[in-house]
């Protein structure tokens, strides 16, 4: 599977972008599909993911629930963060990251362990100005 992520930049303090995630090389259903960043000195961390559950739950880090909203449209291929009240400390490289339906069936599996089946896009940075 392959990922491409678009839609960084350079924004101000409460204002809002929307990061696109383009998905190929495989079937969309066999793949649960989430976002991680990671900003400068600091370790890559889970941001918000879509469960392959029957109820595609959505799950959000507590740092952005509320301001940003995973979404995806099947038919396109496509998952989208939508981030709004940006703030300083969301600066990062953001990451489009799958992992087989049987890893993203788990509740939050974008915070708990990949299990070396993840696949990651090459990143979009997202810088927030104060």
């Known amino acids: 599977v392959q990922l491409v992520e678009s839609g960084g930049g350079l924004v101000q303090a409460g204002e809002s972008l929307r990061l696109s995630c383009a998905v190929s090389?495989?079937?969309?259903?066999?793949?649960?599909i989430g976002w991680f960043r990671q900003a400068p000195g600091k370790e890559r961390e889970g941001v918000a993911c879509?469960?392959?559950?029957?109820?595609?739950?959505?799950y959000y880090t507590d740092s952005v629930s509320g301001r940003f909203t995973i979404s995806s449209d099947n038919a396109k291929k496509m998952v989208y963060l939508q981030m709004n009240s940006l703030k300083s400390e969301d600066t990062a490289v953001y990451y489009c990251?799958?992992?087989?339906?049987?890893?993203?069936?788990?509740?939050?599996?974008?915070?708990?362990?990949?299990?070396?089946?993840?696949?990651w896009g090459v990143g979009t940075q997202v810088t927030v100005s104060s």
């Open positions: 879509i469960s392959s559950s029957s109820n595609r739950g959505k």
């Open positions: 990251v799958a992992v087989p339906s049987f890893v993203g069936v788990a509740t939050r599996w974008c915070f708990q362990s990949l299990h070396g089946v993840d696949y």
């Open positions: 090389g495989a079937a969309f259903d066999d793949y649960a």
